[in-house]
């Protein structure tokens, strides 16, 4: 599931470089207020892959659903408002549609991912909250009698 996070950082990452010579080519103080806004909705986002990467590497290349679901939703929610700061500045940024779109996609992909490990998460919990797991669980039969006295 590792590679997910990676194919969604990537394409944000042109996209976000498409932007920022879009936003270069726009007049000084326009430009310089959409870069900035940009900016630090990427470095949040960017510290939520980070910390997904690093949840990754602890579990031998697997996210843990239970630590990563806080960490998906917040990345959802950065993504969201990045969005509506997108939509709303279209022509103040000089965005084009075609990124807008690109960006509702992979938005859209963030926010599946979330809701899958979230899900799994909350299952999990479950579990444990009932104690199923291999080490016996309350749902589990006990085990067989074995026969006493000499075969």
Same mark, same amino acid.
């Given at each position: 599931?590792?590679?997910? $996070?990676? %194919?969604? #950082?990537? $394409?944000?990452? &042109?996209?976000? @470089?498409? !932007?920022?010579? &879009?936003?270069?080519?726009?007049? @000084?103080?326009?430009? =310089?207020?959409?870069?900035?806004?940009?900016?630090?909705?990427?470095?949040?986002?960017?510290?939520?892959?980070?910390? &997904?990467? %690093?949840?990754?590497?602890?579990?031998?290349?697997? !996210?843990?659903?239970?630590?990563?679901?806080?960490?998906?939703?917040?990345?959802?929610?950065?993504?969201? *408002?990045? !969005? #509506?700061?997108?939509?709303?500045?279209?022509?103040?940024?000089? $965005?084009?549609?075609?990124?807008?779109?690109?960006?509702?996609?992979?938005?859209?992909?963030?926010?599946?991912?979330?809701? *899958?490990?979230?899900? /799994?998460? %909350?299952?999990?919990?479950?579990? *444990? @909250? =009932?104690?199923?797991? !291999?080490?016996? @669980?309350?749902? &589990?039969? +006990? +085990? +067989?009698?074995?026969?006493?006295? +000499? /075969?």
């Amino acid at each position: 599931m590792a590679m997910p $996070i990676f %194919a969604p #950082a990537r $394409i944000f990452l &042109l996209l976000a @470089g498409f !932007l920022a010579l &879009l936003l270069c080519a726009a007049s @000084g103080a326009r430009a =310089q207020s959409c870069n900035e806004d940009l900016g630090a909705f990427g470095k949040k986002r960017n510290s939520e892959i980070e910390a &997904l990467n %690093a949840i990754s590497k602890s579990h031998g290349g697997k !996210l843990d659903p239970i630590a990563a679901c806080p960490h998906f939703r917040t990345m959802s929610s950065i993504e969201g *408002q990045m !969005l #509506a700061y997108l939509v709303k500045n279209k022509e103040w940024c000089n $965005i084009p549609d075609d990124f807008i779109n690109g960006f509702k996609t992979n938005s859209g992909k963030t926010g599946s991912m979330a809701k *899958q490990a979230c899900d /799994l998460a %909350a299952k999990v919990k479950k579990m *444990q @909250g =009932q104690g199923g797991g !291999l080490a016996g @669980g309350g749902n &589990l039969p +006990p +085990p +067989p009698k074995l026969p006493a006295g +000499p /075969l």
